[in-house]
C-alpha cells in the first residue's frame, strides 16, 4: 500500500521568510560509500521539491545556502565540481522553471565577480527573467555574512550616510528587498549559524535536525514549522502577563 503523503500545515503572517543551512552532504555520501559528489547531487536534487512545499504552505520566501565565502578552503576538485553543479542545477532546472511557473523567481546573494563568467551570467540571466514574482528563491553563492555587512556599510558610506544607521544597513544588504527569516532551518545536526544571514537572522527562530540534507523531506518540513508556532517570540520585550513581574 502506498504511504499517504503527510498533509501540509498553511502558514500565517507569522511565517514567511525561511533560511535553510543544507548541511550534511559529503556525511550523507560517506554513510554509503560515496564520493562527497554524489551528496552534493543527492541534495541538488531535493530542492525543488522543498521549495514547492514551502510555497504551499504559504512561504514567500526561502533562502538556501549554497556556497559560502569559507567554502572555496575545499579541495579544487571538489570546489569545480560544486560549481558545475550549480550551474547544471540553474540551467536545466530553475531556467525552466521560471519559463514555465509564473509565480517564481531567483535572486543571488553573494559576491558574484569571482564566479567564473559562465556561471555569473548564468546568476544574472536568471535574475533579469523574473522579477517581482509572488514566491522568491534566495540562493546564496558565495555568500558570508560579515562580507555582506561590511559591503553595505560601504555602500551606506558611498551614498553620503554619516554616521551609518542600522536602517542604512539594511537598506543596502542583499536581502534589501526580501523580509528577514522568521525562521532558520539548519539540517546536519551541528549548532551553529555559520556565518548565515548574521544581521538579518538576529530574531530569527533557529531549527535544528540531525537528518542529513539529502533526507530531508516534506515530514521534516513540517516538523521544522510545527516547532516555529510552538515559540514565543518576544523580540527582547516581555510577554503582556509577565510585564507585571
Known amino acids: 500500500m502506498a504511504k ?5 500545515p498553511t502558514v500565517d503572517e507569522r511565517l514567511q521568510s525561511i533560511g535553510i543551512i543544507m548541511d550534511g552532504n559529503g556525511r550523507w555520501a560517506k554513510k554509503r560509500m560515496l564520493p562527497r559528489s554524489a551528496g552534493h547531487v543527492a541534495g541538488a536534487k531535493i530542492i525543488q ?11 514567500h520566501h526561502v533562502t538556501l545556502y549554497a556556497f559560502s565565502t569559507e567554502n572555496w578552503k575545499r579541495p579544487k576538485e571538489e570546489v569545480d565540481g560544486l560549481m558545475e553543479l550549480i550551474y547544471k542545477y540553474l540551467d536545466e532546472v530553475v531556467i525552466e522553471k521560471i519559463k514555465t511557473d509564473k509565480d517564481f523567481s531567483m535572486c543571488f546573494l553573494g559576491d558574484k565577480s569571482v564566479l ?18 509572488p514566491f522568491v528563491c534566495n540562493l546564496a553563492l558565495n555568500y558570508g555574512g560579515r562580507d555582506e555587512i561590511v559591503h553595505a556599510v560601504n555602500a551606506a558610506i558611498a551614498e553620503g550616510c554619516n554616521p551609518v544607521t542600522a536602517e542604512d544597513i539594511s537598506r543596502h544588504l542583499y536581502t534589501a528587498n526580501s523580509p528577514d527569516p522568521d525562521l532558520i532551518i539548519r539540517t ?16 530569527s527562530e533557529l531549527y535544528v535536525t540531525d537528518t542529513l540534507w539529502p533526507d530531508f523531506n516534506r515530514e521534516e518540513i513540517v516538523k521544522a514549522v510545527n516547532e516555529f508556532y510552538k ?15
Open 231 to 245: 515559540r514565543k517570540r518576544r523580540f527582547g520585550a516581555l510577554d503582556p502577563e509577565d510585564a507585571g513581574d
Open 4 to 8: 499517504k503523503l503527510l498533509e501540509l
Open 49 to 59: 521539491k522543498i521549495l514547492e512545499d514551502l510555497r504551499a504552505m504559504g512561504v
Open 188 to 203: 546536519g545536526g551541528d549548532l551553529r549559524v555559520s556565518n548565515f544571514l548574521i544581521w538579518q537572522g538576529a530574531y
Open 116 to 133: 567564473s563568467e559562465k556561471l555569473r551570467s548564468k546568476c544574472i540571466e536568471i535574475e533579469n527573467m523574473a522579477k517581482n514574482r
